[in-house]
T-cell receptor, first 113, second 114 residues
Framework: EPEVTQTPSHQVTQMGQEVILRCVPI?????FYWYRQILGQKVEFLVSFYNNEISEKSEIFDDQFSVERPDGSNFTLKIRSTKLEDSAMYFCASRTGGFGEQYFGPGTRLTVT | DQQVKQNSPSLSVQEGRISILNCDYT??????FLWYKKYPAEGPTFLIS?????DKNEDGRFTVFLNKSAKHLSLHIVPSQPGDSAVYFC?????????????FGAGTQVVVTP
């Protein structure tokens, strides 16, 4: 069964460093998402991406964040200058089109020290 | 921004019995609701969904009920099995969120005991 994959599973970085989190969505999906879950809190929407551009973003997704689909398979989230409060699980998700469920990857645990 | 609420942080149920998980929402623009299951160190796994034009949807042991007037939905798991022990999230999406952004509840930890 097709699945969303994410790398790395765990990333440790120092405050102020740039990180890139990688995702490979399900191949025939058209809509792509990033969510995050800070320990003990809800899963929060960050950004949606369709037709090679951001379609919607939350207030969390400020200028320090960017997303890219550099080729036909990868979908990346970049944090330019990490802060301690960026420590969280980051989940990538995708769905086919129209209306429907989103399929989530296993997540990347980002730890900022 | 508590638009989706799961007021029970945990639920313990005996194997073979029914698990009932509840979810309330405040945004009347929500028209699509989903339940996800999550094991530790894994991503949320889609379980079942319901559109606002229906009041019930079944898939095997899982049934979701929607009461639009009360802005309430519930997930029934019958019979509960040990493998059902996980965190269950309610999520909602709305007609105004045409890109499909999901808003999640805080989750309910279900423990199924032998």
């Amino acid at each position: 069964e097709p699945e969303v994959t994410q790398t790395p599973s765990h990333q440790v970085t120092q405050m102020g460093q740039e990180v890139i989190l990688r995702c490979v969505p399900i191949s025939n999906h058209l809509y792509f998402y990033w969510y995050r879950q800070i320990l003990g809190q809800k899963v929060e929407f960050l950004v949606s991406f369709y037709n090679n551009e951001i379609s919607e973003k939350s207030e969390i997704f400020d200028d320090q964040f960017s997303v890219e689909r550099p080729d036909g398979s990868n979908f990346t989230l970049k944090i330019r200058s990490t802060k301690l409060e960026d420590s969280a699980m980051y989940f990538c998700a995708s769905r086919t089109g129209g209306f429907g469920e989103q399929y989530f990857g296993p997540g990347t645990r980002l730890t900022v020290t | 921004d508590q638009q989706v609420k799961q007021n029970s942080p945990s639920l313990s149920v005996q194997e073979g019995r029914i698990s009932i998980l509840n979810c309330d929402y405040t945004n009347s623009m929500f028209d699509y609701f989903l339940w996800y299951k999550k094991y530790p160190a894994e991503g949320p796994t889609f379980l079942i969904s319901i559109s606002s034009i229906k009041d019930k949807n079944e898939d095997g042991r899982f049934t979701v009920f929607l009461n639009k007037s009360a802005k309430h939905l519930s997930l029934h798991i019958v019979p509960s099995q040990p493998g059902d022990s996980a965190v269950y999230f309610c999520a909602a999406s709305g007609a105004t969120d045409s890109w499909g952004k999901l808003q999640f509840g805080a989750g309910t930890q279900v423990v199924v005991t032998p």
